[in-house]
């Protein structure tokens, strides 16, 4: 909770606006992580993942700092531009893209492509001709809070025929890219995959072909519940296992760090609907109904995988435990159930609790009418 | 599919303005499965569950043949009114209300809201004086597609003080309501929860308090892949179930189909954006990836609890097993994965599919613009 961020709200709250969920993001703290991530890695170039939160004040701030960005979308890459980001600073980093969306990027200046199969590289060849494209690689997403799904990047032996395949295609075979999980608190985790990019870049130059460009991707956490490590030991680990695995030839590197830039920047505001008891049996378990929920916000609690610090008036009194569910109608926008939240046993209906860490993917998740319910309000402060 | 779906899509094909995924729905498929539960249950009235597909369009078409709505918060009740409902056909059927909301809501002229603790009671007797309110009960979800959560309902037996506390309080101790679980295909389920109704009935009336409704829910399945009872039987089993429990006193009856109503009358037409492989280890094994997932319309793929039928040009050819993902640069929109998905091989990269039974629980579970993507656009006809 910053200075800037209480004063809003108190001043929201006076003029009789606190009417529904908001969430509030203060750019100071933004600006921080930048710094913060620039000072860790000074050799590396920040790709902001415009996905974790694309207002457009977030955009012009970090292009202002001087920041590259990972767009997923046409309309990411629009959104870039318009908040002054020149198309030499954009990836287009979604491996999955329709032939006329790359037309339309390389159309705007995009120059720079990922890839995890030769079907992908045959689009880009086709209409973004000599583009620099780097190819994802599946790796090893232990120690993240959220692995991530097999859905992006190819097996690392397979990213060699597809690098080769741009580079007889015209295109810049540039480098390969990676992900650790996101939420990765274990700073470590960088190595195994730099090593298979390693591999990659020998393999590739076994037959003439030069990779440039390591995207050491994100995965970058930001404080929740649990404290992380600081943002200077992932430097400190990645400079380590590159030197280790590239020797003193080391490759140009990028990082795309979304919820490390945005996450702790942002607070939501919510209010308890209702608190009650579903049984007799269940004992002291009270279920509380907050106004937001999973489809207006808060959609990364899916499995309870994102455990939001909730603050409340009443910290530091008993608690007793409490199920945590959003305000629709429907039964799987439950936030926190299997592992019960300890809330204070005063906290009452219509008072407010603020949750934080809620700056990165809160505000594009959150449904445009669910239920009625509209979608977050959000203020860039 | 109907005729007027199809002659849509290729009407807008032939146009030239097929660029993103879309949803169809045919109002004409609404009609005939209103008149379908109307045939069924001759004696209960429809409240269209509103959140299931709250189109202008739809909801002006059901206000005109009669029915009544069961609505989730106040937009959903002014929408309602603004396509011709009568406050006295709608019902406030979130157990989860701000009391600002139940004051809008009286305001408005609704007299009937859903309650399960003492404490939304309470608000209710506090600004809505006089009103009716129904308790919901917790009920077993076995032998439904997507079985509920624990979210809403009170245990049968704490039901009784709930609906008594009502009374007390000069609010109309109106009846109970419960949820047998979404798409359940099993029409014998109404039964238990019938008699856990009964029992509350029976102990109220010891008190001196009558109630007179019972509100069936909804759970009315609509066709995926597997074919389901026709609603005939469900009221049928209903039926069987009500002179059961109630003898030859029977009660008022309510029913509120969401997907039963208007899951079959929509279409999504969407394409393939990208098939791929990620490793050689993985043998005949695909990935399809769409231009919908998760996060732009098919949110009900959750844990793989919906499974859509997908109809392609190709349909009968040979197939092998997909994976099937959508566009976004989000590890978690993955639709189809731990059981893979039949495609045919000669599917390819840009060609259209048909995702059928999507009329429901699809546009307003759109994200507002997650990762750049538009909401889902929709064309009632």
Known sequence: MTDRIQE??????????????????????????????????????????????PAPEVLSLLASLGSCFD????????QTLAAG???????????????????????LGIRLFAVDCVEEVEKIARVAP??????????????????????????????????????????????????????????RKWDGALKSAADIFRDLAERGITLQMVNLGGGFPTKYLKNVPAVKQ?????????????????????????????????????EVVL?????????ELRWVYLDIGKFNGLAETIDEMIRYPIRTEADGAPTTPCVIAGPSCDSVDVLYEKKP?????????????????????????????????????????
């Open 234 to 270: 992932y430097g400190n680990a990645i400079f380590r296992a590159l030197s280790k695995h590239f020797g003193n030839r080391l490759p140009e590197t990028i990082i795309e760090p979304g919820r490390g830039m945005v996450g702790n920047a942002g607070m939501i505001e919510a």
């Open 71 to 78: 767009t997923a979308s046409v309309p990411e890459i629009e």
């Open 130 to 187: 000599g583009s620099k494209v780097f190819c994802r690689i599946l790796c090893d997403g232990s120690g993240a809070e959220w692995p991530l799904s097999r859905k992006f990047g190819c097996a690392p032996e397979m990213a060699t025929g597809v690098l080769e395949h741009a580079h007889r295609l015209g295109l810049q075979a540039y480098g390969v890219s990676f992900h650790v999980g996101s939420q990765q608190t274990d700073p």
């Open 341 to 381: 939240y300890e809330l204070p046993i005063s906290l009452e209906i219509g008072t407010k609790v603020l949750i934080e860490g809620t700056g990165a993917y809160t505000t594009t998740y959150s449904a445009v009418g669910f239920n009625g319910f509209p979608p977050l309000e959000t203020f860039i402060i």
């Open 275 to 283: 608190i009650s008891k579903k049984s007799e049996a269940e004992g």
């Open 8 to 53: 809003f709200l108190a001043e929201r709250r006076r003029a009789g606006r606190d009417n529904g969920p908001c969430l509030v993001v203060d750019l100071d703290v933004i600006r921080e992580n930048y710094r913060g991530f620039a000072r860790a890695l000074p050799d590396t170039r920040v790709f902001y993942a415009v996905k974790a939160n």
């Open 85 to 107: 980001a020149t198309p030499d600073r954009i990836s287009f980093g979604n491996t999955i893209k329709k032939e006329r969306d790359v037309a339309r990027a390389y159309e």
